[in-house]
C-alpha cells in the first residue's frame, strides 16, 4: 500500500468506502424500513382492533346497565313493598326494546309471584299468568321494528340455565350462545335479593346478528379478518361460517391461539404469530379484550392479518435498496477509476504551489511562487484561483490584521458592559467580514433583548402584567433570563387571577352568610316566641297538677271522715242489738243513721268516679287504679243499697222486732266489711297523692329546662347577631381585594369567577329532602296520629 501512488491509493480507497458505504446505507436503509413497515402494519392492525371493539363495548356495557336498572326497579318495589302495574311492566319492556335494537327480550321469573304483582283471580284476564300458579310472569320479545310479542314465561325453575347461573354467581352472569328461531343469542340475568335471600331473577335476550353483521364488515388488507369469542371459548363471528357458535378448542389445537384465548378471558391484551384459520397462512394476530361493564366477564376481539400481505410494501422496498444500491456501485466505481487517472497528474503541480504558498504564510519565505499550469480544465482553474488568491491573501493578511486589533478593542468595551460600540472597518477577507457581521449583529442582538427584558419589567413595575418577552430565537442564557421574567409574569398573573377568585368566592359566601344569618335571626326568634308559649302552657299544666293533688289530699281527709262514720255506724248497729227492745222509740235515731250512710255511699261514689278520672288522666300508668276506682264505686252502691234495705227494715221492725236482733247482727258484718273496703280507697287514694306529687315534680323540672332552652335560644340570637357582624366585614373585605386586583392589568382578569358555593347546599338539601320522605318518619307521624285519635275517642 506504501508503494502505490496517491491515484491507485484514491482509487482504492475511494472504491472500498464507497462499497462498504453504499452496502451499509442499504443494509440499515432496508432494514430500517421494513422494520418500521412492520411496526406500522401491526400498529394499524392493532388500532383497526381497538377501534373496532369501541361500539361493541358500548353496546356490551349498555346491556350491562339496562339489565342492572331492571333488577333496581324490583328490588326497590320490594324494598318498600310496593305493587307494581302490569300494564306498566309490559309498557317499560317494550320502551326499552325499542330504545335498544340489541335486545331481543325482557324477562322475569319469581318464585313466589305474588311479591310484586296480584295473583290471578279468575276477575281479569288470565293471557300473562302462569298455568299452574297463575303468577303473571310475561316475556316481550322483539318481532320487528315496531311491533313485540308477548308471551308466557315458564314456571320458576332453577334448572333454567338463565336461573341457574344467576343462581350460581348470585351476581349478574352472562350464559354462552345459543340459538333461538334461527338467531344467535346469548341471556344477560343477574338474581333479586330480598331480605337477604334470592327470590327472582331479571334478564334481557341479546341477538348477536348484528354483531355479526358488524364483524364481516371489517376488511383488514386482502384476506384477513376479525373473529369475536366469548368468556366461554365459543365463536361468535368467525368469516368461516362453520366455525360459529363452536368452541375454539374443537375447531384448532394450536397452543398460542389457545394460550392467547385464555389471556384475553382473563382481561389481558395479548399480540401473537401463528397460522390463521382461514387460509392456514403465517399471520400475526392480536388479541384485544372487551369487558362487560365491570362483571369480569372478557369476550376477545382477534384480528388475524397474513404476513405476505401487510408485509408486502416491506419487502418491495427492502429489495429495491439492495437492488438500486448495487447499480449505484458499479456506476461510482467507474467514474472514480476514469477521473483519478487525471487526478493524479495535476496534483503533483498544484502541489508544489500549494508547498510554496504555505511557506509563504508560514513565513518561510517572504513570497509565494504562483503555480504553473495552464490546462482549461478543473485543475487550471484551481491554479488560476490559487495564484489570484494567493495574490489577495498577501493583501488581506495586511488588513485582516487592522480589523483584528478593532475587533480586540470593541470585545473590551463588551466587556465592561458597553454594548453600543460597532466594528465600522471593512476587508476583503469574507471570513472576516461574516465575523465582523456575526459580531455587530451579536452586540445588537443581545442590547435588543436586554432592552426588551428591562422595558417588560419596567410594565411589571407598573402593575402591568400583559405582556411578555417575545422568546423567538432565543438560546441558553437569554432564554433562560426571558422564560424567567415571563414565568414571573404568570406566577403574579395566577396569584392575581387566585386573589380575585379567593374575593369572589368570599363575597358570594359572605351574601350567603348574610342571607342564612338573616333566616338564623328570624328563626332564633320564632323559636323564642314558641318557647315562652310552652313555658306558659307548662306553668298552667303545673298549676292544674298542683290544684289536683290538693284535691287529693282532700279527698285523702274525706276517705278518713267516712272511716270514722263507718265506726259510728258499727257502734250504732252495736246499740242496735243491745236496746232491740226499744227499737219502736229509736227508729227517728235509726232514719238519720241510715241517711248518713246513704250520704257517704254517695259521697264514696263521687269519689271513686274522680278517682277514675284521675286514672284515666294518668294513662298507660293508671290502669290499674282505674280498676280499683270501680270495684269502690261498686262498693258504695252496695253500701247505698244497704241502706236501703236497713231503712226498709226500720220501718218494719215495729211489725218484726223478733227478727230485728238477727237482722243488726248482718248490719254490723256488713259495716266491717265497708270499713274494710274504705280502708283500701284510702290506701289508692294515697297513691295517687304521692304519684301526683311526682308528676308535679316532673312537671316543674320540665318547666325549668324549658326555661334553661329559652335563655340558651336568646343566646343563639345574640350570636347569630354577632356572625352578622362579621360576615358585613367579611363581605367588605371580599370588594377590597377584588377592588385592589381590578386596579391591577393582567391576562384573563375580566373571565374571573368566584367558585360555586352551591353544590355542597345543593347535596345537603338533596340529604335532607330525603330524610323528610323516609317511610320511618311517615311511620312515626302515623303512630302520633293514632295516638291522639285514641286519647280524643277516650
Known amino acids: 500500500m506504501k508503494n502505490l501512488n496517491f491515484g491507485t491509493k484514491l482509487l482504492l480507497i475511494l472504491v472500498s468506502i464507497t462499497v462498504l458505504s453504499l452496502s451499509i446505507m442499504s443494509y440499515i436503509i432496508s432494514s430500517n424500513a421494513f422494520s418500521a413497515l412492520e411496526k406500522e402494519s401491526q400498529k394499524y ?96 320479545s322483539r318481532k320487528d321494528e315496531n311491533t313485540f310479542n308477548i308471551n308466557i314465561l315458564d314456571e320458576w325453575n332453577v334448572n333454567n340455565s338463565w336461573v341457574k347461573i344467576a343462581l350460581d354467581k348470585k351476581d349478574i352472569a352472562i350464559t354462552k350462545p345459543y340459538i333461538y328461531e334461527d338467531v344467535l343469542m346469548i341471556t344477560i340475568s343477574k338474581p333479586i335479593f330480598y331480605k337477604e335471600k334470592i327470590v327472582g331473577v331479571v334478564g334481557i335476550d341479546i341477538s348477536l346478528d348484528f354483531l355479526i353483521k358488524q364483524m364481516k364488515q371489517i376488511k383488514i388488507f386482502e384476506t384477513g379478518y376479525a373473529t369475536l369469542i366469548d ?76 404476513q405476505d400481505e401487510y408485509l408486502k410494501e416491506a419487502y418491495f422496498i427492502r429489495n429495491f435498496s439492495f437492488i438500486s444500491g448495487l447499480c449505484s456501485l458499479l ?53 488560476k484561483v490559487v495564484n489570484e488568491n494567493i495574490v489577495k491573501t498577501q493583501k488581506g493578511i495586511e488588513e485582516d490584521r487592522k480589523l483584528i486589533d478593532e475587533t480586540i478593542a470593541v470585545l473590551g468595551e463588551f466587556e465592561q ?110 323559636a323564642a316566641a314558641s318557647l315562652e308559649e310552652t313555658a306558659a302552657a307548662l306553668e298552667e299544666i303545673t298549676s292544674n297538677v298542683r290544684n289536683n293533688t290538693q284535691n287529693i289530699a282532700q279527698m285523702a281527709k274525706l276517705s278518713s271522715e267516712v272511716t270514722k262514720l263507718a265506726n259510728d255506724g258499727e257502734n250504732f248497729a252495736n246499740q242496735t242489738t243491745v236496746a232491740m227492745d226499744e227499737i219502736n222509740n229509736q227508729v227517728n235515731l235509726v232514719n238519720e243513721a241510715i241517711s248518713i250512710i246513704d250520704n257517704i255511699a254517695f259521697q264514696t261514689n263521687i269519689l271513686s268516679l274522680n278517682a277514675a278520672v284521675e286514672a284515666a288522666t294518668a294513662g298507660e300508668a293508671g290502669k290499674g287504679f282505674a280498676v280499683v276506682a270501680q270495684e269502690v264505686r261498686n262498693l258504695a252502691s252496695r253500701s247505698a243499697e244497704a241502706a236501703q234495705d236497713i231503712k226498709t227494715i226500720v220501718e218494719n221492725a215495729t211489725i218484726k222486732a223478733n227478727q230485728g236482733k238477727s ?116 311511620k312515626k307521624s302515623s303512630k302520633r296520629s293514632e295516638q291522639s285519635d285514641e286519647w280524643e275517642n277516650f
Open 663 to 778: 237482722i243488726a247482727t248482718n248490719m254490723i258484718g256488713g259495716y266491717k266489711e265497708l270499713n274494710h273496703s274504705i280502708s283500701q280507697t284510702i290506701n289508692l287514694i294515697n297513691d295517687i297523692q304521692n304519684a301526683s306529687k311526682e308528676q308535679l315534680s316532673g312537671i316543674e323540672q320540665i318547666n325549668d329546662a324549658v326555661t334553661q332552652l329559652d335563655r340558651q335560644t336568646q343566646q343563639n340570637a345574640s350570636i347569630a347577631t354577632q356572625t352578622q357582624d362579621i360576615a358585613i366585614v367579611a363581605d367588605e373585605i371580599a370588594k377590597l381585594v377584588v377592588s385592589d386586583v381590578d386596579a391591577k392589568e393582567f391576562v384573563g382578569k375580566d373571565k374571573v369567577k368566584g367558585k360555586d358555593i352551591n353544590k355542597n347546599k345543593e347535596l345537603n338539601n338533596n340529604q335532607k329532602e330525603k330524610s323528610l320522605d323516609s317511610p320511618f318518619i311517615n
Open 45 to 140: 392492525v392493532n388500532e383497526v382492533s381497538k377501534s373496532s371493539t369501541l361500539e361493541l363495548s358500548s353496546i356490551l356495557d349498555k346491556a350491562f346497565t339496562v339489565t342492572n336498572d331492571i333488577a333496581n326497579k324490583y328490588k326497590i318495589a320490594l324494598e318498600y313493598d310496593e305493587k307494581l302495574s302490569e300494564e306498566g311492566t309490559i309498557n317499560y319492556f317494550k320502551s326499552l326494546l325499542s330504545q335498544n335494537f340489541f335486545i331481543k327480550g325482557a324477562f322475569f321469573t319469581f318464585e313466589n309471584g305474588e311479591l310484586l304483582y296480584k295473583k290471578y283471580d279468575g276477575t281479569i284476564n288470565k293471557e300473562f299468568y302462569t298455568q299452574k300458579n297463575g303468577y303473571f310472569q310475561p316475556y316481550v
Open 231 to 306: 368468556s366461554y371459548g365459543v365463536i361468535i363471528s368467525h368469516p368461516e361460517i362453520k366455525n360459529i357458535n363452536k368452541n375454539i378448542k374443537d375447531v384448532t389445537s394450536n397452543e398460542s391461539i389457545l394460550d392467547a384465548i385464555e389471556k384475553g378471558k382473563k382481561g389481558e391484551v395479548f399480540s401473537y404469530f401463528s397460522k390463521n384459520l382461514r387460509t392456514n397462512s403465517d399471520s400475526y394476530n392480536f388479541v384485544y379484550p372487551v369487558q362487560f361493564g365491570d362483571t369480569k366477564y372478557y369476550w376477545s376481539f382477534v384480528v388475524s392479518a397474513p
Open 331 to 383: 456506476v461510482m466505481i467507474a467514474t472514480i477509476l476514469f477521473n483519478v487517472k487525471i487526478l493524479n497528474k495535476n496534483l503533483l503541480v498544484i502541489r508544489d504551489g500549494i508547498l510554496s504558498f504555505f511557506s509563504y504564510l508560514n513565513r518561510e519565505s517572504s513570497k509565494a511562487e504562483l503555480i504553473n499550469l495552464d490546462s482549461k480544465d478543473e485543475f487550471g482553474q484551481m491554479a
Open 417 to 526: 458592559g458597553d454594548l453600543c460600540q460597532r466594528l465600522n472597518l471593512s476587508v476583503s477577507n469574507p471570513a472576516l467580514m461574516q465575523l465582523k457581521e456575526v459580531l455587530n449583529n451579536m452586540a445588537s442582538n443581545l442590547e435588543n433583548n436586554i432592552d426588551n427584558v428591562l422595558k417588560v419589567l419596567e410594565q411589571y413595575s407598573n402593575y402591568n402584567y400583559l405582556n411578555k418577552i417575545d422568546q423567538k430565537g432565543l438560546k441558553e442564557h437569554l432564554l433562560k433570563l426571558a422564560s424567567g421574567v415571563n414565568n414571573l409574569g404568570d406566577s403574579i398573573t395566577q396569584m392575581l387571577i387566585d386573589n380575585k377568585t379567593n374575593g369572589l368566592t368570599l363575597g358570594k359566601s359572605s351574601s350567603e352568610l348574610l342571607l342564612n344569618v338573616d333566616k338564623l335571626n328570624l328563626s332564633s326568634n320564632e
